[in-house]
């Protein structure tokens, strides 16, 4: 299990590729860019406060399933953000707490403690390697975070493809030609397309190239509703395929969504991590 | 010296292959992308895309035939972890095969139970208690009259309560947590320089898991955090030293002074409010990294040979020592920093009235007995007669970095200093030791395999010690493990000798509920 984690980073893909709020009749979608709508879905409000369960199902190519249950409870110090996250299950990793402070300010780097409850000890931890696997999940942190807009050039694939009955964008993003070493270093990834839903800015499909390993890794964003006026999609798949075979595959249930009921500022202290939920 | 040639090669050439193997990726990855930056500057999109087979498969395609029963998965999965009371727990069977002694045999064929409770209650107070308790059947296999009863009480089985403590706020900046705990300070993964509260389980050099490190003690810790600043003001009531090997043990630290000497059982300060320790910390995070200030007055967990007795009626002489502790004082700093995938941390402390054994008892001993004027021929502890011990000022330094940009590793160097500063040449300790770790640390398989490797290295001779895990997450909870840990022996009288071979080949299954 990788030791950098912002478990909230989870929601706020699922919002991130899922939702946008600002309102819908003012857009004028025909005279957007595809890089103005890859802005538009990073630009989201996923509220002052939140708090979650989720349920990550792991199933590997021979259908094998490991279930791993986390509670989640972010907030937003203005253009900042604090996040902490408690495993619930399995029970060898029962107690074990992540915490992670993110910074708007770009030369500030974000963050991160881990307690291990076994050792009853918080520990810092670096910001690490970006492409790793998010706690043996097919997301990585790059997935989980978003990729930064400015490193890349987007294209439309299409105009209208209907998903779901919704009617999307597809759109193509490649590493920009100069920061290509650097993007694909840090991401891991040749290019992305995205299903962009036209009525609310969310990213509802994914298909990602990955370098290493030559693997292709889909991601599909389900359950989709609207919670406290924030589109969230409840449910977020991501399956890893080589040579068109499935590798492994990543479901993340979300349960018990609530946004800006909030939280004290003294949840996002060490302290807490020790104390447990 | 076939054995240590073999040992040495052994380990050179998987910290080689690791570091080759490290490099390579790191290095493959830089030079690929290298290469891939100045070929996809003159080509297409298309030909970094080469070679994935994508047959433009939809996304039905890739779902298989995977049914998950979503609904029963979440219903099977446990609580929101706000439940009033919660039993969690393991069982793990452990085998240790002792591959290197003359009759090579399991040295170890432990079963542990570790059950866990936690009670809550509504207005935030919590109680805990931890019970571990093992037995070892390896003993009654090798026969239980091979080991000595010391040997026996402290291995062959043991029960014990490792957490009993209640928490709670006890206005909205203080909060208390009293009972028997542990305090986990400080940086280093290996040495004890400003985490002085708990004292550590040396009963089996390396061998001890790092969580079963910390020995928990009955503890009051007064908490107030405001802002990013954390206080700490702890009181230890109970005074337990370190457990360290016993007589006759495969790892007993005394094997080599028995012979020389008589060694008492050891004396432990009395618990009570006389001898109460107190520690303090002041820590504060910032940005990029922390900072912490630890003062501590408490009695050393390690302990010194004291003049007990002295016998010069027979042709030898024959000398008592007794196992005590010594309160010392330690002050100390320590902090992280974390820059890209690197961490860096440190930790320094200065550890006053410390006492360090002197290397010319033998020397006092003969003065005496060949002494003419001297008629008096058994010495008790009051007189004082032989002098083992000084007390000295030690200096601790502990620097150390962790990288983890190596995709699903990480690995992590210490180097640790100590130094006596009011050195005299009649100690038996050097004035200066340095000692360096080293631990890699892989993840793989989407987590179900890890494998770690941890070295350490003494410094003037005294030897390495070589811990390499794998395991495997058979399901969820189940997790299987497999190892080996070598003692690679420096100089016949450095520190890792007299255990070169107890070399361990591991195994162990553990389900945890």
Known sequence: MRKRIWIWGLVAVSVFMVSLTFQEKTLKAENLSPKEIAKRVDNRDDGETSTSELTMILVDRNKNERIRKMKSFRKSFGKDTKSISFFLSPADVKNTAFMSYEWDDENKEDDNWLYLPALRKVKRIASGNKKDSFMGSDFSYVDMNGPEIEDWDYKFVKESEKVNGHDCWVIEAVPKASRRKRVIDETGYLKRVSWIRKDNFMAVRGKTWVKKGKKIKFFEALDIEKISGIWTAKKLEMTTTKKNRLEHKTILLFDKITYNEGLKDDMFNTQRMERGL | MRRIEINYLFILSLILFLSLYSGARLFAQDATSETSSQQESQADEDDFLEGFEDTGGGFEDIKGDIELNIEKIQAESSGDGKSLFSLNGFVKEELNYSFAQEEPDFSKIRTTLNLKMNFRTFDAWKLVFNL?????????????????????????NETEIRDFYFEGPISDWLRIKSGNQV???????????????????????????????????????????????????????????????????????????????????????????????????????????????????????????????????????????????????????????????????????????????????????????????????????????????????????????????????????????????????????????????????????????????????????????????????????????????????????????????????????????
Do not use: C
């Not at chain 2, 571990?132 to 062959?156: H, I, M, Q, V």
């Not at chain 2, 003001?233 to 005394?254: M, Y």
């Open chain 2, 183 to 513: 305090i986990a300070w400080g940086q280093s993964d290996v040495g004890q320089i400003i985490d002085m509260a708990n004292p550590r389980d040396l009963r089996e050099l390396g061998m001890v898991d790092l969580e079963d490190a910390r020995l928990p003690v009955v503890a009051t810790k007064f908490t107030s955090s405001v802002s990013s600043i954390e206080l700490n003001l702890v009181a230890i009531h109970q005074i337990k030293p370190n457990k360290v090997a016993t007589k006759g043990s495969e790892f007993d630290p005394l094997a080599g002074l028995r012979s020389q000497a008589d060694i008492l059982d050891e004396e432990v300060p009395v618990s009570g409010n006389e001898n109460t320790e107190y520690l303090f910390r002041y820590l504060q995070h910032f940005n990029g990294g922390d900072f912490s200030f630890v003062w501590a007055d408490v009695f050393d967990d390690a302990f010194y040979l004291d003049f007990y007795r002295l016998d010069l009626s027979g042709t030898m002489p024959k000398v008592s020592l007794v196992p005590r502790h010594k309160r010392i004082k330690s002050v100390g700093v320590g902090g992280n920093l974390v820059s890209g995938s690197f961490l860096f941390k440190g930790e320094l402390a200065q550890i006053a009235g410390k006492n360090f054994m002197r290397n010319d008892q033998f020397a006092q001993i003969m003065a005496l007995k060949l002494n003419p004027q001297n008629q008096q021929t058994v010495f008790n502890e009051d007189s004082r007669a032989v002098s083992t011990v000084s007390e000295k000022t030690l200096a601790k330094l502990m620097l150390g970095v962790e990288y983890s940009g190596i995709t699903d590793v990480t690995v992590s160097f210490e180097g640790l200093y100590d130094q006596i500063l009011d050195y005299e040449d009649n100690l038996m300790d050097n004035e200066s030791n340095l000692m360096f770790s080293m631990m890699v640390s892989l993840a793989a398989m989407n987590d179900l395999f890890h494998s770690r490797l941890f070295f350490v290295h003494f410094s003037d001779d005294n030897g390495n010690a070589l811990r390499l895990n794998v395991d495997y997450n058979v399901m969820d909870a189940l997790n299987v493990e497999g190892g080996i840990m070598l003692y690679i022996e420096g100089k016949e009288d450095g520190f890792v000798y007299p255990v070169k071979d107890s070399d361990r080949l591991i195994a162990s299954i553990k389900y945890s509920f």
């Open chain 2, 132 to 156: 571990n308790s093992f037995y070892d059947a390896s003993y009654s296999k090798r026969g239980r009259d091979n080991f000595t009863p010391e040997t026996l009480e402290t291995y062959e």
